[in-house]
């Protein structure tokens, strides 16, 4: 134990003052953050991908627009496809309710349901990138933050040494080594939070794509009566019957 208290990590510990030591927290939260998001976002994006065939195919094998909704909120309530459905269901209902209205008069029913779709689509995309914000911040400023702390560190051992008077390679190589293990921790910090990064956003950009396919084709459904066949649905999802379409 006294070996260890005095050389590696610990000897770094040992020896920093307030400024090396809170380099060092600052790269463990930095850490810890990676690592929440890595998990809570893989999750994240695990349940949406895995919800989104299921509520696709409820939705369209449904027999008319409110049953899908409800039908959607009992089974997915936390699906990004959900809320897109249940937006672009009230924006035409709401335009069917003031057809007369100021809102006719300006926006016919498609541009006012492509407004209401596009919120949608845009909301859920915010929150399927929050904290990817984090972990890019992380992967470009570890690295230096770790920098920082060998730079502070070598200075105070060569501080140290030049005190002493004893510039011999056994006296300098220890401080010297000790303080680039801060290197190496902004390094290992850095790493997964750009690996995770960069996976997270071409997943998110995946799921982005199919709710706009989604948002495209409830678009058409709401303002023509007939889905697209676009291909992009569940496997075995149903087209929407001809009683949806003499009620759209």
């Keep these: 134990m006294q070996e260890l208290a005095t050389t590696g990590v610990f000897g770094f510990w040992h020896q920093a003052d307030a400024v090396g030591r809170a380099a060092a927290v600052v790269l463990l939260l930095m850490s810890i953050a990676t690592w929440y998001l890595i998990v809570t976002k893989s999750w994240q994006l695990w349940r949406v991908r895995r919800d989104g065939e299921r509520a696709l195919e409820v939705f369209w094998r449904a027999q008319e627009l409110t049953q899908a909704v409800e039908r959607m909120r009992a089974a997915l309530p936390a699906s990004p496809f959900c809320d897109v459905a249940a937006e672009g269901a009230a924006a035409r209902a709401h335009h069917d309710r003031h057809v007369h209205g100021s809102l006719a008069e300006s926006l016919d029913r498609s541009e006012f349901v492509t407004r209401a779709l596009r919120r949608a689509v845009q909301r859920a995309s915010a929150g399927l990138d929050s904290g990817l914000a984090v972990l890019a ?10 920098l920082f702390g060998t730079v502070w560190g070598i200075y105070h051992a ?14 300098v190589a220890g401080p010297v080594g000790e303080a680039l293990i801060m290197t190496a921790f902004g390094i290992a910090v850095a790493v997964p ?7 997270l956003l071409r997943a998110h950009r995946r799921v982005a794509q199919e709710l706009d396919g989604f948002a495209h084709d409830l678009h058409a459904y709401l303002t023509t009566g007939v889905r697209l ?20």
């Design 137 to 146: 911040s992380v992967g470009a400023t570890a690295p230096f933050v770790g």
């Design 158 to 171: 060569l501080v140290g040494i030049g005190f002493t008077g004893q510039a011999t390679i056994d006296k």
């Design 193 to 199: 939070a750009v690996l995770a990064y960069n996976f």
């Design 229 to 248: 066949d676009s291909g992009s649905h569940a496997a075995g999802a149903s087209a929407p019957s001809g009683n949806e379409r003499r009620r759209a």
